[in-house]
């Protein structure tokens, strides 16, 4: 999840110009090398490569488990294109984009400009830290933490109903979650509240890499605060805005955590997602083939989002050297 | 310099000041609003924890606690063996950050200043690795831990976890790497040191704060973790935190007020972290910063 914050902090290390030396070495010298990459690729295959290749074969078979599996060719992927679960489950990954990659990035970059230009600098430095730290607060708390809080809070008797009563809206008391109708709002408010410290966090330390220059002399240009939002804060901070919304897409198609905590997909698969589809498929239903299908399909659609993605930020990096 | 150097018009500071020293203090109004929103539930879990189930059934999620009740903390404290929990999930995660950390730098050291042949798709095969869903390696894994022993076993974990913290460690060390001083390394080798005592007295000192970052990005990564603990450790004797809460859920002995004790001890230890990590970030800022 806090990918990019990785990146963000150790990028000065990344960008130090280096001399460029030609430098041509034999090629005996650098063979010694894959030594070192020895241990790490041995893992690899074991953990990952592997284990992937598995199951992509297991979703040409039908198999329980236990036994042997049973070659099916691509009868599993049949079945997915007329399972209704399957589809409602895709429907509301759109769902899970738009709570936790759509709003967050949006309401993120006016939080942690306003912080930054207008908080951070016309009150003390420490004020935008700490309303920053409030807004980052739900990252560190375990995902399932989270999960469980509020799954109480929004039960038929839990703290928001009692808040509705408390402020006369009474009438409004619902069981939240247990609703097909609310469940999946529901599910998507607790997103964007776990989600929205993550952009902040990493826009705000973007924003201290741009030079502040640029800012006082468009204010002194008369530029106000929509105007620097637009001309300075969202080009400089590009960069950044393409690994939030790279990372946050795929944490929204991968969702399992707080979907388990909270509804456990129910009520009526009005919150499903492939995640928790596949899971409920491999160790509830005990059709290894079938969950391997949803993953294989949902491993897919990430890769194909990563390298769009991907594209898509190498292009316009090459848009904006040719100018 | 030249901004500082332009003469202000005299009108304009007046008026913006006039403007900002309204307008700035609604921005600082609502922001905060919008903070408080957030810590809500954090306010409700408090609140919740320190009650009794019957002062929680007669005064409801919103009342004050009528007595400083602490029987719902040392319940889910017992219950789980909370100690236990700890132990695991600071074991775990604190092997799999030292772990992928190493397996990052030796990695990374054969791409980035090895530039070995293929390196760049090497490099995408790791971060593809990072993407994946782990839906689509649960199943052969837990077959064959099960098939091998490491079923149910911490170990099994950890290794599953150092390969996917390396992934991205990997990643981002390579690119940190590749643009690595050439000269340090020639100064090395001109003074007759090998590829094993530059990586360990050159590159890694020089690597330290973003390690550093790295180390704990990965221990709360791997602490936050759910899926794969979820179906690799399965007793108690095993079970990592998150893991224990969730298979407690809609137990009986959940009642609210002991929801919310276990809820706010299991987030202790996130909490500190976020400590500690803020100023380890900050230092990997700096450090990198001013080479």
């Given at each position: 999840?806090?990918?990019?914050?990785t990146v963000a902090a150790t990028s000065p290390t990344a960008t130090t110009p280096t001399p460029r030396t030609p430098r041509r070495a034999p090629r005996g010298r650098n063979a010694a090398y894959w030594l070192y990459l020895l241990p790490g690729a041995v893992l690899f295959v074991l953990v990952i490569g592997a284990p992937l290749v598995g199951t992509v074969y297991l979703s040409l078979t039908k198999w329980s488990g236990i036994g042997d599996p049973t070659f099916v060719g691509f009868d599993n992927y049949q079945r997915l294109l007329h399972d209704d679960v399957f589809w409602a489950s895709f429907r509301n990954t759109v769902?899970?984009?738009?709570?936790?990659?759509?709003?967050?990035?949006?309401?993120?970059?006016?939080?942690a400009s306003v912080l930054f230009d207008v908080i951070g600098r016309r009150f003390k430095p420490r004020t935008a830290a700490a309303l920053r730290a409030a807004f980052y607060l739900p990252q560190v708390l375990p995902v399932v933490v989270a999960g469980i809080v509020w799954g109480w809070i929004l039960r038929p008797d839990g703290a928001f109903n009692s808040l509705l009563d408390a402020v006369g809206l009474g009438a409004l008391r619902h069981d939240w979650l247990g609703d097909p109708g609310t469940a999946l709002p529901a599910v998507m408010a607790v997103m964007i509240w776990v989600q929205i410290g993550y952009p902040v966090v990493v826009f705000m330390a973007a924003l201290q890499r741009v030079d502040p220059e640029l800012y006082e002399a468009a204010e002194v240009d008369g530029a106000n605060w929509l105007h620097r939002f637009r001309a300075i804060t969202l080009p400089q901070i590009r960069p950044e805005t393409f690994v939030v919304a790279l990372t946050c897409t795929i944490a929204a198609l991968k969702v399992f955590g707080p979907i388990f905590a909270l509804t456990r997909g129910g009520p009526e698969n009005a919150t499903n997602v492939p995640s928790y589809f596949a899971y409920y498929t491999f160790f509830k239903k005990l059709q290894v083939g079938y969950g391997s299908a949803i993953s294989t399909v949902l491993t897919l659609i990430i890769v194909v989002v990563a390298a769009v993605f991907i594209g898509m930020?190498?292009?316009?990096?090459?848009?904006?050297?040719g100018f | 310099m030249a901004v500082t150097l332009t003469p202000v018009p005299v009108h304009r500071p007046v008026r913006d000041r006039h403007h900002r020293g309204v307008s700035r203090w609604v921005v600082l109004v609502l922001v905060?609003?919008?903070?408080?929103?957030?810590?809500?539930?954090?306010?409700?879990?408090?609140?919740?924890?320190?009650?009794?189930?019957?002062?929680?059934?007669?005064g409801g999620p919103l009342s004050w606690p009528t007595e400083f009740y602490t029987k719902g903390l040392r319940t889910y404290w017992t219950a789980v063996n909370f100690p236990l929990k700890l132990w695991n999930s600071a074991l775990i995660a604190g092997s799999v950050a030292v772990l992928g950390v190493v397996v990052s730098l030796l990695n990374a050291y054969a791409l980035g200043i090895g530039?070995?042949?293929?390196?760049?798709?090497?490099?995408?095969?790791?971060?593809?690795?990072?993407?994946?869903?782990?839906?689509?390696?649960?199943?052969?894994?837990?077959?064959?831990?099960?098939?091998?022993?490491?079923?149910?076993?911490?170990?099994?974990?950890?290794?599953?976890?150092?390969?996917?913290?390396s992934a991205f460690g990997t990643y981002l060390l390579a690119s940190v790497l590749g643009t690595f001083p050439r000269s340090l390394l020639e100064a090395a080798a001109l003074d007759g040191a090998g590829k094993w005592t530059v990586l360990w007295r050159v590159v890694f000192p020089n690597l330290r704060p973003t390690l550093a970052v790295l180390l704990i990005f990965f221990f709360i990564w791997t602490w936050n973790e759910f899926l794969i603990p979820l179906?690799?450790?399965?007793?108690?004797?095993?079970?990592?935190?998150?893991?224990?809460?969730?298979?407690?859920?809609?137990?009986?002995?959940?009642?609210?007020?002991?929801?919310?004790?276990?809820?706010?001890?299991?987030?202790?230890?996130a909490i500190l972290f976020f400590l500690i990590f803020q100023r380890t970030l900050a230092r990997g800022i700096t450090a990198g910063a001013e080479k």
């Open positions: 999840m806090a990918v990019s914050e769902a899970m984009i738009v709570a936790m990659v759509v709003v967050p990035t949006v309401l993120g970059l006016l939080l930020q190498a292009r316009s990096e090459r848009r904006d050297r | 905060t609003l919008g903070a408080l929103v957030m810590l809500v539930p954090f306010a409700f879990m408090l609140l919740n924890a320190f009650k009794s189930p019957g002062d929680y059934s007669s530039r070995v042949r293929g390196r760049l798709w090497i490099v995408g095969l790791f971060l593809l690795a990072n993407m994946l869903p782990q839906e689509a390696l649960i199943y052969p894994l837990y077959y064959v831990a099960k098939e091998v022993g490491l079923y149910n076993t911490r170990l099994a974990v950890i290794i599953i976890f150092t390969v996917i913290q179906v690799m450790l399965i007793d108690n004797q095993t079970q990592t935190i998150p893991v224990a809460l969730a298979s407690l859920q809609g137990d009986r002995l959940m009642d609210a007020p002991t929801t919310n004790a276990g809820a706010l001890i299991s987030l202790v230890p």
